[in-house]
């Protein structure tokens, strides 16, 4: 895992988004290699908040703060690196694999409470191969 990532995950670039694209899913991987982290069936990108979230759209074409709306109702589980994660639909017919992820991670707010009491927060949103939207939210570990 690079560095960008580590620091990511552990809650530590919280002006930065994640994003995930399966190879399956987005055209233009050698591009996308070039700046990003190779993974297992895909490439991860760290970038600041507007530049990636306009980055996700134009890969994707999907408006990422539509896609946490279609998918906060609907919880299952991200991986820990974001790089893939485990459809709630996964019993019915159809590909069951994670298109693209994105995450971004939100400071410690005790005055909120709960879990963002506990520490900065990774909140992480999916799109399977099926359609079905879906989100998971955990405290960052360093």
Excluded at 66 to 76: I, K, P, Y
Excluded at 96 to 111: G, I, K, L, S, T
Aim: net charge negative; hydrophobic share 35%.
């Amino acid at each position: 895992m690079d560095e960008k990532r580590e620091q990511f995950l552990a809650g530590e670039r919280p002006d930065d988004v994640l994003l995930y694209f399966d190879e399956r899913a987005v055209e233009g991987m050698d591009r996308l290699a070039k700046v990003g982290e190779s993974v297992e069936g895909g490439i991860v990108l760290v970038l600041p908040g507007e530049e990636g979230r306009s980055a996700f759209q134009r890969a994707v074409g999907v408006d990422p703060m539509t896609l946490a709306q279609s998918a906060m109702g609907n919880e299952s589980e991200i991986d820990d690196g974001c790089t893939g994660g485990s459809c709630p639909d996964r019993e019915q017919e159809g590909d069951h694999f994670a298109r693209f992820v994105f995450a971004f991670a939100e400071e410690q707010n005790e005055d909120v409470g709960g879990l963002y009491a506990e520490g900065d927060v990774i909140h992480a949103y999916a799109r399977c191969d099926c359609g079905t939207t879906y989100s998971e939210k955990w405290v960052a570990e360093d």
